[in-house]
């Protein structure tokens, strides 16, 4: 399983970028309930972003609401996330993930991608 994430790169504060991130290997027997962006930047913990579930309830991280929206494909295994009014803390590698379970598993899958960098100059 691969989750390939894209989009990221350079831009002033204030200005937008949107991430993408395609999944590939799934397997038709896994379900992928939950999809996420997560962030670290240098020197700190990697921390959520926003996810949003299969039935498409978003939740965000404080720093982000109102600026950050995630969307979903399920039927493509992809994710996105239009980042608007970007501000220089919001530089970060961005990584996404998705969690699920196989058909008749009870252990759960968690994939992530290798993440995406994003920096936002003042």
């Known amino acids: 399983v691969q989750l390939q994430a894209f989009g990221g790169g350079w831009v002033q504060s204030g200005g937008s970028l949107r991430l993408s991130c395609a999944a590939s290997?799934?397997?038709?027997?896994?379900?992928?309930?939950?999809m996420g962006w997560y962030r670290q930047a240098p020197g700190k913990q990697r921390e959520l972003v926003a996810t949003?579930?299969?039935?498409?309830?978003?939740n965000y991280a404080d720093s982000v609401k109102g600026r950050f929206n995630t969307s979903r494909d399920n039927s493509q295994k992809m994710v996105w996330l239009q980042m608007n009014s970007l501000k220089p803390e919001d530089t970060a590698r961005y990584y996404c993930?998705?969690?699920?379970?196989?058909?008749?598993?009870?252990?759960?899958?968690?994939?992530w991608g290798q993440g995406t960098h994003v920096t936002v100059s003042s």
């Open positions: 949003i579930t299969s039935g498409g309830s978003t």
């Open positions: 290997g799934i397997g038709s027997r896994t379900r992928i309930n939950d």
């Open positions: 993930n998705m969690l699920g379970r196989r058909e008749g598993n009870i252990r759960p899958v968690d994939y």
